[in-house]
């Protein structure tokens, strides 16, 4: 059984929408994350979250903003989307803090048009 | 400075023999040092990694390095096969500011036969 769990998989979306990415872990862990990979900026750290709150945030727009409903929850909104938005998101998390020991979600390949 | 080095970033060796990569890292507060494994379509996998009070470690084929010092690390792999061949990302934590892992751009290893 899946650990960490990612939906969709793959997500398609139009220029100027917005998108939320799921993320469920069931590891027991306390601390989330989001990454973002693609053929420019391989394995780009963006938030970090411990107990539901967020510890570092990476990422300059603000048209990403992460959720976390539940502490094994992390979900990614992402507004007005752009193409270069295109890439896979990765979630992961750890039980540890400070990153250590870090465990990948199968990600969620998004294509902005 | 939060960068992490990698290189090279591609690597071609011979099945059975060693292939090594390296990698440098600028925050002295950086204590753990873990390394992945990502094939095509998949996520990134943790294959060994090393915290600051090590010198060492070894996992199977695996060896990894570290010189505190110098701030470099690298990974060992001897006696390679087919099935090592993927992306390899090194990468750098614990950093006292952050709670997030700093990666390397990815050495993509290729086992020839």
């Known amino acids: 059984d899946p650990k960490i769990i990612q939906k969709p998989k793959y997500l398609v979306a139009v220029t100027g929408s917005e998108k939320i990415l799921i993320c469920e872990q069931y590891?027991?862990?306390?601390?989330m994350y989001w990454y973002r990979q693609s053929a420019k900026k391989p394995l780009e750290f963006m938030f970090s979250?411990?107990?539901?709150?967020?510890?570092d945030n990476q990422t300059a727009s603000s048209r990403f903003q992460p959720q976390s409903s539940k502490k094994n929850h992390l979900d990614l909104q992402i507004t007005a989307l752009k193409p270069d938005d295109s890439a896979t998101y990765f979630c992961?998390?750890?039980?540890?803090?400070?990153?250590?020991?870090?465990?990948f979600g199968p990600g969620t390949r998004l294509t902005v048009l | 400075g939060e960068q992490v080095e990698q290189l090279p970033s591609i690597l071609r060796v011979q099945e059975g023999s060693s292939a090594s990569i390296n990698c440098s890292y600028e925050?002295?507060?950086?204590?753990?040092f873990p390394w992945y494994k990502q094939e095509p379509g998949e996520n990134p996998k943790l294959i060994i990694d090393?915290?600051?009070?090590?010198e060492r470690k070894q996992i199977q084929e695996l060896i990894v390095l570290l010189d505190k010092k110098a701030k470099r690390f690298s990974l060992h792999i001897t006696d390679t096969q087919p099935g090592d061949s993927a992306m390899y990302f090194c990468a750098a934590s614990g950093s006292t500011n952050a709670y997030k892992v700093i990666f390397g751009k990815g050495t993509h290893l290729h086992v020839l036969p």
């Open positions: 979250y411990s107990y539901q709150k967020l510890m």
């Open positions: 590891l027991g862990h306390n601390a």
């Open positions: 090393i915290r600051s009070n090590m």
């Open positions: 992961a998390s750890s039980q540890e803090d400070r990153g250590l020991e870090q465990y």
């Open positions: 925050d002295s507060a950086s204590n753990y």
